[in-house]
């Protein structure tokens, strides 16, 4: 296996941040040979709310040889952008120009130009600074309501990102989770993503957080609250 796809910087559903020791061995593995290459899709690298930030692996590696960078507009801008972007290797840069016929370009050049503008004018970053300081407020918020609870909820994932994982480990099963929160009408998006069926009787979500209004928070945790805790 010469190719490796990743999403180091918050992987979906997990949550999970590799950190810069598996990044630098995933480089040493990769400059074994000629033929190897990290595909880094750095999703959801924009938010990070606590600790240094990790680098790219593709800003690791001097040349960036052994990296095919891509990321996208759609998160740190808006959805409806619909944007991405790739940072080639010099050597696979000649064969793509090659080749980049079998799929036509679908973004319209005023756009590309608009969001080029938006970056070089400092826009982009002073915007996601913004976000940033909006997504750590609602988070810090649902963190601080959740504490009190650690004994009952194992939270993961909640260092990046607009989505976290959490383990309701007090005894409920994942049927009592469901029939509890319908009852306050909150649905919850099972983390189901194992093999095995331990979920069901450990139950795991993911939440996510990004989209919920100001307002709202609050009567979401609290019905959070109702469906997961034994009080």
């Known amino acids: 296996k010469n190719i490796v796809y990743i999403t180091p910087s918050h992987q979906f559903p997990t949550g999970y941040v590799m950190d810069l020791k598996k990044r630098t061995q995933l480089i040493q593995w990769a400059q074994e040979k000629e033929e190897r290459f990290i595909i880094e899709d750095d999703y959801d690298s924009e938010f990070r709310y606590f600790g240094k930030p990790i680098p790219a692996i593709q800003g690791l590696y001097s040349r960036g040889e052994k990296v095919i960078y891509i990321s996208t507009f759609s998160k740190s801008i808006f959805p409806s952008c619909r944007v991405a972007y790739m940072v080639l290797p010099y050597s696979i840069m000649k064969k793509y120009h090659s080749q980049n016929h079998i799929e036509g370009n679908t973004v319209p050049v005023h756009m590309q130009n608009l969001i080029a503008t938006f970056i070089s004018s400092g826009g982009f970053e002073r915007h996601l600074n913004k976000m940033r300081r909006i997504y750590r407020r609602k988070l810090t918020y649902i ?9 009952q909820l194992d939270i993961q994932g909640a260092e990046t990102g607009m989505h976290f994982t959490i383990t309701v480990k007090n005894g409920l099963t994942l049927q009592e989770c469901l029939d509890r929160a319908n009852k ?7 983390y189901n993503f194992d ?37």
């Open 195 to 231: 093999d095995d069926q331990d979920y069901k009787k450990t139950p795991k979500f993911i939440l996510g957080f990004g989209g919920i209004d100001d307002d709202a928070l609050k009567p979401h945790v609290d019905a959070l609250i109702k469906s997961l805790i034994i009080k």
């Open 143 to 151: 963190l601080k309501r959740l504490k009190p609870y650690k004994e």
């Open 184 to 190: 306050v009408k909150l649905k919850l998006q099972v």
